[in-house]
């Protein structure tokens, strides 16, 4: 379908333009003026170039950082978009169970991001938590605090448990506006299972799942809040972050110049993935078209 | 036989997910002193003194109200902005369109710690800090983005001979869009009010920063009051429990809609 072309649409874009260039250009510009410069204090600043983005570039605890960040946000995305196009397929398609499903799976979406790290904290405490108390019965000895291994089991716990239901709920309108008659058809040509979710229902939902992958792999690569309740980057280093890194610089230690250096590539990683993610999951749906 | 296996693969998940749920609403029935005391799978000696603390302590429950204020404002703005922007993208070609749909999309990629400071000091210049405003508008920074994008979707399914019959028709384009439009994708509006709604209120990074005292969220009190009191478990799972309430009450009443929209679009 050919759209209209009309430039007097900016007059129907121009409010989201504005109200979101209010809180989004300022900051930036500021952002990048402090990249740029030594702060002292109010009115002692000296510029220093390049500087902070040299000294950010090859710090290697930041290295570390982003490795841990990628091996994060890769589970993230291996486990949380099969887990929640499953469920979707498993979910009822009328009657009650419709409603009560969105309901359920809706709930862990709602929570605020630091409580989720709170119920975690209660959920896995060996004295008062239901799943650390049950784990030590088994007599395996668990501990999120001390273990670097059991901290990123219980984040990965958390996080697939926090956001699964996202994919799922995306998954599920995908799969709901393909039309019945598809399915009649693949039935009558005999096809199995498999080939009905591949060839019919996985290209139809494309475009819920860009949606799903790209949120998920911001988010993830984002996520602060909840294992910073959970673990506080510990033990040791091992589920420091970037933001939590980040977080240390900026407000433990004060160092404004290399924390919006820091952010500013930070945000380059997460824009240039995305939009990779973004171009690629495109361009499979042409072929799809096609064939 | 096999659809049997998968309801009860089904039940199984959504039963591991109420549990975490389940588990401090448990903690929340309790008095500290219960829950630390002795290890039980349900409250033997049920009290409700936590949630009657927080109802009647007005440092706990205006931040509830607080809340509950800026997520409205927030979802508000950001449905009426963008559902004349994401008319524009589904129906015209025009410059930049591309770029700037893409543009918006990169507001929710900036990590917030170090923009928090120009944040505040963006907001400080224009008196907003502390009102509930500046939280609404802070918010529309991610959540106008996700609105244009996901009404966009349902837009695009409408056919557009619809558009032109109307314009024959006569109605100018303010009138068809209220009149006409807007109804036929009213399920794709429940879902984005869901959406706007559940990200304003589960985020505390800008809230925080730009609030005092007079609007200052319940998820912040929560980390506050816990602090200077000392671990109470039981309040604090009550305070928790009740963080999920507001949002619960949402999809219940918008449950129809919702499973309608999600449907009929592809969000």
Redesign the interface.
């Known amino acids: 379908m050919d759209k209209w072309e009309d430039n007097k649409a900016w007059f129907l874009v121009l409010p989201v333009f504005v109200i979101v260039a209010f809180s989004a250009i300022i900051p930036l510009m500021t952002v990048v003026n402090y990249s740029l410069q030594d702060i002292w204090g109010p009115g002692q600043r000296v510029f220093v170039g390049a500087e902070w983005f040299k000294e950010t570039l090859s710090d290697h605890r930041l290295h570390d950082a982003l490795w841990r960040q990628f091996l994060f946000s890769g589970m993230v995305l291996l486990i949380e978009i099969p887990l929640g196009i499953m469920i979707a397929l498993a979910m009822p398609k009328r009657g009650w169970g419709v409603s009560a499903s969105l309901v359920t799976l809706a709930l862990p979406l709602l929570i605020p991001w630091n409580v989720i790290g709170t119920i975690w904290i209660i959920f896995t405490r060996p004295d008062i938590g239901l799943f650390g108390a049950a784990i030590n019965g088994l007599n395996i000895t668990f501990d999120h605090t001390s273990s670097p291994l059991d901290a990123w089991i219980t984040l990965m716990f958390m996080e697939v448990w926090h956001w699964t239901p996202l994919v799922a709920l995306l998954a599920y309108s995908g799969l709901r506006a393909i039309p019945e008659a598809y399915f009649q058809a693949a039935k009558i040509d005999g096809a199995s299972a498999w080939a009905t979710f591949r060839y019919i229902q996985l290209p139809k939902m494309r475009g819920v799942l860009t949606i799903a992958i790209l949120l998920r792999f911001m988010d993830s690569f984002l996520i602060y809040a909840e294992p910073f309740v959970l673990t506080g980057g510990g033990p040791g280093n091992s589920t420091t972050f970037l933001s939590i890194y980040l977080v240390k610089i900026a407000v433990g230690q004060f160092d404004l110049g290399p924390a919006a250096a820091f952010s500013l590539i930070y945000f380059v990683i997460i824009l240039l993935f995305s939009w990779l993610f973004y171009q690629a999951l495109q361009n499979v749906g042409k072929g799809e078209k096609n064939g | 036989m096999k659809i049997r296996k998968?309801?009860f693969?089904?039940a199984l998940?959504?039963g591991?997910?109420?549990?975490?749920?389940y588990?401090?609403l448990n903690?929340s029935l309790r008095t500290n002193a219960d829950?630390?005391g002795v290890?039980s799978?349900y409250p033997t000696d049920i009290t409700f003194g936590n949630y009657i603390k927080i109802f009647t302590d007005k440092s706990w429950y205006s931040g509830y109200i607080n809340s509950i204020i800026y997520v409205s404002m927030n979802t508000a703005?950001s449905l009426?902005?963008?559902l004349?922007?994401a008319?524009?993208?589904?129906?015209?070609?025009?410059?930049g369109?591309k770029h700037?749909f893409?543009w918006?999309?990169?507001?929710?990629?900036?990590?917030?710690?170090?923009?928090l400071?120009?944040?505040f000091?963006?907001y400080s210049t224009f008196g907003l800090i502390d009102t509930h405003i500046a939280v609404a508008?802070?918010h529309?920074?991610f959540n106008?983005?996700l609105a244009?994008?996901i009404l966009e979707?349902f837009m695009s399914?409408i056919p557009?001979e619809i558009d032109e019959t109307a314009f024959i028709d006569g109605f100018g384009f303010p009138s068809f869009f209220i009149i006409i439009f807007i109804p036929l994708i009213r399920a794709g509006v429940g879902?984005t009010a869901?959406f706007c709604f559940?990200f304003s209120?589960?985020?505390?990074?800008f809230a925080r920063t730009l609030t005092v005292t007079d609007a200052k969220?319940?998820?912040a009190i929560?980390?506050r009051t816990v602090s200077a009191t000392g671990l109470d478990?039981g309040l604090?799972?009550a305070a928790?429990i009740l963080?999920?309430v507001p949002?619960?009450l949402?999809?219940?009443f918008v449950?129809?809609h919702?499973?309608k929209?999600?449907?009929?679009?592809?969000?």
């Open positions: 998968r309801t693969g089904l998940y959504f591991l997910l109420l549990l975490p749920i588990w401090m903690m829950i630390l290890f799978l703005i009426s902005v963008a004349p922007a008319y524009a993208f589904s129906r015209y070609r025009f410059l369109d700037l893409f918006l999309l990169t507001n929710r990629m900036a990590p917030a710690a170090v923009f400071l120009p944040f000091q963006l508008l802070a529309c920074l106008v983005p244009v994008w979707g399914g557009r879902v869901f559940m209120w589960v985020e505390l990074l969220p319940i998820a929560m980390t478990w604090l799972s928790g963080t999920i949002g619960a949402v999809i219940w449950r129809n919702l499973a929209g999600f449907a009929m679009g592809r969000v």
